[in-house]
């Protein structure tokens, strides 16, 4: 029942990508090119992610109509870590309003060669997208958005939520993981008093708990299946193309798709944009969520990171995807003849 | 003849636009709303600006299919200035390719708040919109792309470039302009200082001819009419909508396109991506160059700008237009029904 | 008996300054001068500093040879706040030594402008005189200097070693203005978890003990009469005028007394440096503790703060001290004929 | 005749170091404990530095009596470099008063991190010692002092007042680095432009003509006997010990030393302040000027240089002098006990 919008639309053959085997079988040959890539090395600020295989190499995919494939390993479970910012700022715009997000959190890159700057010139985060702007994105979820659940009712309220996101698959949490990330959160306390001490917050923040729901949010496990529907709802406007729900305002997903391409891959970010120029963020577990709007979702997983704490096959798998199909935010759709259009 | 393209469309009823003339209503209200707001102030470092009427109001379309429509002063003369940054580096990236273009010139924003720093880290400048970065695109142009031609005659090679982006329309020279700005160039006699100290520039630059060129292509006078055949040349990845003529590599206008971007309207150009979402590229005659890759070109022009140098009735048209129709970068097509698309 | 020192120079009519009573009359014609000067206002952060006072006005003198003056408001108690830091610092330096102190803080301005990078490009606070550096400071004294010390010894021991620069005079603790120290400490907690991810700290270092110890020494309670002493001990290379002991390593006086005079003023520094010429330090209070080497210790006290957070009365006294009198630090003591040599 | 002020002290036997033959005994044993030192590379950037014998090594002496003290090259001639800021700023400071002069020239650290930085947040040049502020200051003699005088004429004035200051000892110029400065100029052009542009420069400034003053100063050629009396000069409040001539100010020498306690040796400055605390200034030519206030003036010499472009062998002695004797700053001239008071 889940697949029905699939089914209604195969019998009425308006698929986004019509020759679907044909493009699995070009994902599959850059799957296998970007496999031999040996670079890069895996994170490893805390044992639980230290400890991952770095040959562990999955992709999967997930068009707006619900078309899947996914290659390598797929099923394997890694946590979401700055993956996760994305889906909190998601919702809480969904939930608040774009006005009334922006009014505690900026919405342009930092800058990368200025990163001790932690609050931009109006005393707020540059982005949702670092630290500082999740951290807080995380207390406007916790005292803005129905402030009077619990915390434990809070974080299965988004747990659902990211669940509905992923069209009704399963989201796990590693407890290990989080009590790592709270046992090495010395910089994330930092940010959290520097902003306490510049009036960041909204009123009532507890900031133990307020951190707490980030790294909980961090520690959410997933695997590429999961994470490329989740990347196909965004692709979609909001509506989950599995399960047909409207899960989030089409303009929060916007917006969110504007901050992932400008500030989405650390101080690669530019570059990126530049070159693959597709919104994307990543995460050090070695995961990178990639979204072709009004197309299809995509994500990564692969732990060696490169200096930039992106994955370096994710990386790769996203710039050939780019040079091979006119994916690319410019691509010009009829007069950029050497590209295919899948 | 110029039109052959639009008429074989116009048999066919392809247009990319199918309801032009409903598109062009909901434009001319648009306009008339803006034509209200009395802010800003006009450029005044040099008299030919200064004694520009603050009251000039134009907007030119212009569809990929080659549709035009107009409304006010769509012709009155006007100089491109940093508008024309956008055509020397696309024309550079096109004869030079993006490899060898960005050996010299970085394609990223530089920091709204530290833009005292006139080169990034790899001691070039930033990317090709700031001055720095346009100043070496004018020493490429003169020193690696056909370097054997006179000043005189690459300035000639220049211009026809240009009037072929137009599709055959004139483009002038304002030598006023030219003369006063060359006057006026303390700043960027510094920048190009500073760049020469560092090697900046290609072998056998001369900075005095190479600083003419880059005020002479800053002096170019078109209208907005012409303006918006440029832009939709962009949008159509190098084609004249016109003319038909593929006068640019399609992969030199989607690094273009990019640029504009993330970079094209000053230190407001952060905030135009998140709101607007469409490559554009001001210039503080009060022109506004807008791009929306695969359907249309905007020019719009008033003199009176606001506190970044961006005009400030062409940033409100350009809102206004993005609230409307779904034109913004990443509007979703389906699910953002709230939105008209044209 | 503590005057002993005092008395066998009186016998021997060798005193710094031989005319005592001409120089204690220019004293205080300037104390008038500055005592109608109603600038500034009381810092406010925390309740015991904003009921201060304002119109406290109080200096003392303290010459190397042990001749006292004072006048004004000299035995009204205030805390020493950021005036404790050249204390912890000039303590843990004559414990430890410069090599081991400045493994860990640097010794240099930290950039007026960029008061927002914690730490410099070794990764150390810049200097002991900013709260980084002193935070920093505190857990030296906590776990290098007799680590085996319990903290609530260590702070006895700490208030023995201020009692002895003062001579014996006492020194108080005002414990409000510690609790509400502690509360209003999100900035200095952000310092420390800062500085703890980046390993700045010696081993074994608990944050809140060395948070705590931070913010003691902040609060110890003084009169002019008191600091003024303890001033007079540091212009006589750590050797108490009063009771004359040697407190302190010359050369760990000597270097307090280059870090005073480059940081000692907050971002006023390089200016009081310029103009004044003498080594000094503030603290939110509205005390000014500043040394002439050689002659004399000074202290001032009066509750109003410029922007730069110094006593605005302070400032002006030790101006008009140095047009005066010979005092500044490159006064030629031969050739600047028209000032004073007391 | 010269000496006349050498001779009438003698026969009183006041000298400032009473027992000249032992100080220089060990004057002696540092230089040769320095002549080991073979760290540093000659300056490269014009052919007539890089040429320079790297064995070259001589320090003079000459106390505020006029006593004076040479040893190894003492005679080889070196031109000043940034060496002659100090001479053009406490020459613009004593004819134009300090007010004047740092309405023009700020008088602090730019910083050492952010040296990119040109023109501190008034708009002003950091500090005399920078280029830019030596190339303001060149304006300021220009224009400022004596604007009637035609360039040549101000040129020679300007060696005059060197002469007076070097109790008439001869100044050369050294017309090869001057041509070879100015070919190498583009740094200096760009901070000129760049000044011009910010309106730093006082009315009727050429800046063609500055620039020529500038690096004609930077050629003034001396040996280490004719700088050691100009910093004697310096040491002694503006009277030049020799000819017993006053020519400063004594205010200017004052603020002169000031700045080059805390901006003489790059970005070296603020850790020689800290372990040095003496005013003093260097060259590229491998010069380095230092004052004892009140005692004597120093001058090194050889062609060495660190990485922050001062002398290698300069600053090993200065530091082993200090080390040494009681020179520093904020050595304790009674309770410095290890200390030699020479």
């Known amino acids: 029942s889940d697949n029905i919008v699939l089914i209604s639309k195969a019998f009425r053959q308006q698929f986004v990508i019509p020759e679907f085997v044909q493009f699995t079988c070009k994902i599959e040959e850059t799957f296998r090119l970007c496999s031999e890539n040996k670079d890069g090395k895996v994170a490893s600020y805390i044992p639980q ?6 040959n562990y190499w999955g992709v999967s995919f997930c068009t707006v109509d619900g078309q899947r494939f996914s290659i390598g390993d797929d099923n394997i479970p890694f946590t979401m870590q700055s993956a996760s910012k994305v889906l909190t700022y998601v919702i809480a715009h969904s939930e608040l309003g774009a006005e009334r997000i922006h009014s505690y959190i900026g919405q342009e890159p930092s800058g990368r060669m200025f990163n001790e700057l932690v609050l931009n010139h109006n005393r707020k985060p540059h982005n949702p997208m670092i630290n500082a702007g999740a951290i807080l994105t995380a207390s406007l979820l916790q005292n803005l958005v129905r402030p009077e659940m619990r915390h434990c009712d809070k974080f299965q309220w988004i747990t659902r939520y990211f669940k509905r996101l992923a069209g009704g698959m399963p989201i796990g949490f590693n407890n290990a993981v989080f009590m790592s990330e709270i046992e090495d959160a010395d910089r994330n306390f930092a940010l959290a008093y520097y902003m306490k001490d510049n009036h960041c917050f909204p009123e009532g923040t507890n900031m133990e708990s307020c951190l707490d729901l980030y790294f909980q949010c961090c520690s959410m496990e997933v695997t590429t299946e ?38 989405g891959m650390y101080d690669y970010s530019g570059q990126f944009a530049f070159q693959v120029g597709l919104p994307a963020k990543s995460g050090v577990s070695g995961v990178i969520m990639c979204v072709v709007p009004n197309t299809l979702g995509i994500c990564c997983f692969s732990p060696p990171l490169d200096k930039y704490g992106n994955s370096v096959r994710g990386v790769q798998f996203c710039k050939a995807l780019v040079d091979y199909f006119n994916f690319h935010r410019y691509d010009n759709l009829k007069h950029a003849e050497d590209k295919t259009d899948p």
Chains 1, 2, 3, 4 share one sequence.
């Open 49 to 54: 992610l230290a400890h991952m295989n770095p």
């Open 226 to 263: 999961t994470m490329s529907v989740i990347a196909a709802t965004l692709a979609n406007g909001g509506v989950c193309p599995i399960s047909g729900e409207q899960v989030l305002q089409s303009e929060s997903v916007r917006d969110a798709l504007s901050i992932m391409h400008s500030c």
